[in-house]
């Protein structure tokens, strides 16, 4: 790995590999789209109304079912918001943080040779509650009314009408279908 390696320009080349962008024109469209990614964010992540909050995900280009709930400080993925889906009846407390990606941002020796970025879609299906504090990470389906506990890391599918706990998340209880 050479010393004058801008891990910037790095990172930056492959978020603009993944929307298919190139040169100037790529870079300030890409400039422009995480900005007003990160405005919206910042509305919804303030915002005190669930309503307001689902408008804003769904501007970012989160796909939202009905009936959902969403409380204030959830951080839905900066980068690839479009790689998120709630379907219906879902509830999303505070201060949750959802990721369709990983980064060893700034470690190239990492970032190559170990721990590449990983782009994975999310998917939460209909009636799971993810409670205050959770954490869900790249490549993640949480199942048909499963319920993820308190300040639980979820970094592998949740089956359906489960309830997990912990950090790494386990299966505590199955719920009656």
């Excluded at 891990?7 to 590999?17: A, G, L, P, R, S």
């Excluded at 839905?76 to 790689?83: A, E, G, M, R, S």
């Amino acid at each position: 790995m050479e010393k004058n390696e801008n891990f910037q320009k790095i990172n930056e080349d492959e978020v603009m590999e993944y929307y298919n962008l190139n040169g100037v024109s790529g870079r300030i469209s890409l400039k422009f789209r995480m900005f007003k990614s990160w405005l919206l964010h910042s509305i919804a992540y303030t915002s005190p109304l669930s309503n307001i909050i689902i408008k804003m995900q769904k501007f970012r280009g989160v796909t939202i079912g009905k009936n959902c709930h969403f409380s204030s400080n959830v951080l839905i993925d900066l980068v690839y918001p479009n790689l998120i889906t709630i379907e219906n009846n879902v509830t999303i407390s505070h201060n949750v943080m959802i990721f369709a990606h990983s980064n060893p941002t700034a470690n190239l020796f990492l970032k190559k040779e170990q721990y590449p970025r990983k782009i994975d879609p999310v998917k939460i299906k209909n009636g799971a509650v993810i409670n205050p504090g959770s954490i869900i990470t790249a490549g993640v389906t949480i199942g048909k009314n499963s319920m993820i506990a308190i300040g639980s890391v979820v970094v592998e599918d949740v089956p359906d009408y489960c309830v997990v706990v912990g950090n790494p998340a386990r299966v505590v209880k199955k719920l009656k279908e």
